[in-house]
T-cell receptor, first 115, second 116 residues
Framework: KAGVTQTPRYLIKTRGQQVTLSCSPISGHRSVSWYQQTPGQGLQFLFEYFSETQRNKGNFPGRFSGRQFSNSRSEMNVSTLELGDSALYLC??????????????FGPGTRLTVL | AQKITQTQPGMFVQEKEAVTLDCTYDTSDQSYGLFWYKQPSSGEMIFLIYQGSYDEQNATEGRYSLNFQKARKSANLVISASQLGDSAMYFCAMREMYSSASKIIFGSGTRLSIRP
């Protein structure tokens, strides 16, 4: 079974631009979560989607948004990029939302650099 | 509010020795799950082991075991017979099962370095 895939793997943008990151979950998984990882702040939760509905949102400004499609694929968008948005963005999928099915499997991440 | 604490920022261990990575958590929920992940320098997070709050036995997966002490709210990861490939960041995580605002939260991580 294929794992979680994220595209692109690397991205360089300039301040003020916007970016869209894509995540394809493991087949059969209906939940997708997004995280931002930086050396200073560690792993921070962005949002979680289940069956196309946003279930949870972390403490990030409205510039960060996401969505999930009917095939469970998810996209994350960051508008008006700032230098501080440079980070590794990790996507994780899980089968469901309870017990062991809650186990999140991560993709390789997208490394975003904002210049 | 739920919280995960990993108090060891870094550890050095000799190859083939056992190592324990500490994790304490705080939650008011009775139903929750605890997870450990490994993140090598490549960046990908690898799931290692899961423990449910109602599981009576400690979880084990190969060389990994979870020392679950519910009363003390600790969920330490034990790696037996460490190998050079175990060098990585290790994250403890928790999710409350039935809270409407539940999400997985991660600790700050422990960087484990295995010496040959």
């Amino acid at each position: 079974k294929a794992g979680v895939t994220q595209t692109p793997r690397y991205l360089i943008k300039t301040r003020g631009q916007q970016v869209t990151l894509s995540c394809s979950p493991i087949s059969g998984h209906r939940s997708v979560s997004w995280y931002q990882q930086t050396p200073g702040q560690g792993l921070q939760f962005l949002f979680e989607y289940f069956s196309e509905t946003q279930r949870n949102k972390g403490n990030f400004p409205g510039r960060f948004s996401g969505r999930q499609f009917s095939n469970s694929r998810s996209e994350m968008n960051v508008s008006t990029l700032e230098l501080g948005d440079s980070a590794l963005y990790l996507c994780a999928s899980s089968l469901g939302l309870a017990g062991l099915s809650n186990t999140q499997y991560f993709g390789p991440g997208t490394r975003l650099t904002v210049l | 509010a739920q919280k995960i604490t990993q108090t060891q920022p870094g550890m050095f261990v000799q190859e083939k020795e056992a190592v324990t990575l500490d994790c304490t958590y705080d939650t008011s929920d009775q139903s929750y799950g605890l997870f450990w992940y490994k993140q090598p320098s490549s960046g990908e997070m690898i799931f290692l082991i899961y423990q449910g709050s109602y599981d009576e036995q400690n979880a084990t997966e190969g060389r990994y075991s979870l020392n679950f002490q519910k009363a003390r709210k600790s969920a330490n990861l034990v790696i037996s017979a460490s190998q050079l490939g175990d060098s990585a960041m290790y994250f403890c995580a928790m999710r409350e099962m039935y809270s409407s605002a539940s999400k997985i939260i991660f600790g700050s991580g422990t960087r484990l370095s295995i010496r040959p």
